[in-house]
């Protein structure tokens, strides 16, 4: 696995998300295995406050609100993936798992998105799903 890389920017300031680290490695392999895609992926994971999202959101998909996760793919195998770290103790209190479940979760869904995968339509949405946890539930308990 030579070539696969997570950067972690953490613009949160929150020191609680560097525990999540070996989990998102493990997540990117296991993707690349289950999705048959080569290891050579470089991601910048930045934690960001629901502000700091909030401002993503509005500034480059106009949508006025904040949100859990935001993915941009810089090229084929490079991408950012911007995380609310307020959302993970609020996802992760309101579905009733693990705040590392949904930490893994967040994580696992940017990664899919950069992968090329979407939700927009109800069938796409189940595959996305389906791989989401067929990914993370080796990986880690709910």
């Known amino acids: 696995n030579l070539g696969m890389e997570i950067i972690f920017i953490n613009n949160a300031k929150d020191r609680s998300v560097y525990r999540y680290k070996k989990d998102f490695e493990n997540i990117l392999e296991r993707a690349c295995q ?4 080569k290891g ?3 991601l910048s994971v930045i934690y960001v406050t629901p502000e700091q999202i909030h401002e ?3 500034d480059y ?3 006025d609100r904040p949100t859990d996760v935001i993915s941009f793919a810089i090229q084929d195998e490079l991408g950012d993936i911007f995380i609310n ?7 992760a ?3 009733g798992h693990s705040i590392r479940r949904e930490a893994c979760f967040l994580f696992c869904h940017g990664l899919l998105h950069l992968m090329g995968y979407d939700h927009m339509k ?3 949405e189940k595959v996305m799903f389906a791989l989401q946890d067929e990914i993370l539930d080796e990986l880690v308990q709910r």
């Open 122 to 124: 109800e069938e796409d």
């Open 93 to 95: 209190s309101a579905y």
């Open 56 to 58: 993503i959101n509005r």
């Open 61 to 63: 998909r106009k949508v």
């Open 34 to 37: 289950v999705l048959e895609r």
């Open 40 to 42: 050579d992926w470089s």
């Open 85 to 91: 770290v307020q959302a993970i103790r609020d996802q």
